[in-house]
């Protein structure tokens, strides 16, 4: 095997379980240990990857400039789809939640307007404005404020002012990134993190939605930690690495 098979090989393993190890690369390649580390030195230097003592981890992204909500939508439909269905599962009728703006929350909406869901809805998310008719069940209260298109809502001190006035039982948050080190949540907006922030003050149960792929990044600006959820709701089981990491914070994954 050529040395730039050997790299894409453990980029797609550090991809599919998030660390390799030197001496299993050695065994699967049939090469010496050094050369796996030469391997590793060079996807290092080219920022693919982070070494660790006896292999490597995934390296994770940074997230510095957000893209508007309606592009994001539109982006990986089916793994969105699948996490807000899960999250329509948790809604009881004469409940009331709070969602939060998010793509996945827009999911989340489509489902509890289309099936009639008997709650109180508050959200700071004004596409959801889009979906009202006359015919609906569930009561809508929207959170004022300034909007922000990448968002995809209403955030900053007049949102939080308004939404400290309400209390909800279930919330649904999106999020940015998910450091399993530190155990911090992030968003790459500040006006985002106090806003989600309020959110989280004034409800009782806390759903953290995000997809296996939150967890290889960052945002810049952490709004909470893995402990204040109830639940992370994702749309497969994480790798093995993840969930040891996940162990030691003691929440649910569904």
Request: with cysteine; net charge negative; charged share 25%.
């Amino acid at each position: 095997m050529f040395m730039e098979e050997r790299h894409t090989h453990i980029l797609d393993l550090l991809e599919k379980d998030g660390k390799v190890l030197v001496k299993n690369l050695s065994v699967q390649f049939q090469v010496s240990e050094s050369m796996i580390r030469k391997d590793l030195h060079v996807l290092e230097k080219n920022n693919l990857l982070q070494r660790t003592y006896g292999g490597a981890i995934i390296l994770k992204r940074t997230i510095v400039n957000a893209e508007a909500l309606f592009n994001r939508i539109e982006k990986d439909t089916d793994l969105k789809e699948i996490i807000a269905k899960k999250a329509y599962e948790l809604v009881r009728d004469d409940d009331t939640i709070f969602l939060d703006a998010s793509s996945i929350s827009y999911f989340l909406a489509k489902l509890l307007i289309q099936n009639g869901k008997n709650i109180t809805l508050i959200t700071n998310m004004v596409e959801i404005s889009s979906m009202i008719h006359s015919d609906l069940k569930l009561h809508v209260i929207f959170i004022g404020g300034d909007y922000n298109a990448y968002v995809g809502g209403n955030v900053g001190f007049h949102s939080i002012e308004q939404i400290k006035l309400y209390r909800c039982n279930k919330s649904f948050i999106g999020c940015s990134g998910i450091d399993l080190i530190s155990g911090s949540i992030s968003t790459s907006m500040s006006e985002d993190a106090g806003t989600k922030k309020a959110i989280m003050s004034i409800s009782k149960e806390l759903y953290l939605m995000a997809p296996n792929e939150r967890f290889n990044l960052d945002g810049i600006f952490i709004f909470s930690n893995i402990t204040d959820f109830n639940s992370i709701i994702t749309e497969t089981d994480p790798n093995n690495t993840i969930v040891t990491l996940l162990n030691q914070y003691d929440v649910n994954v569904i």
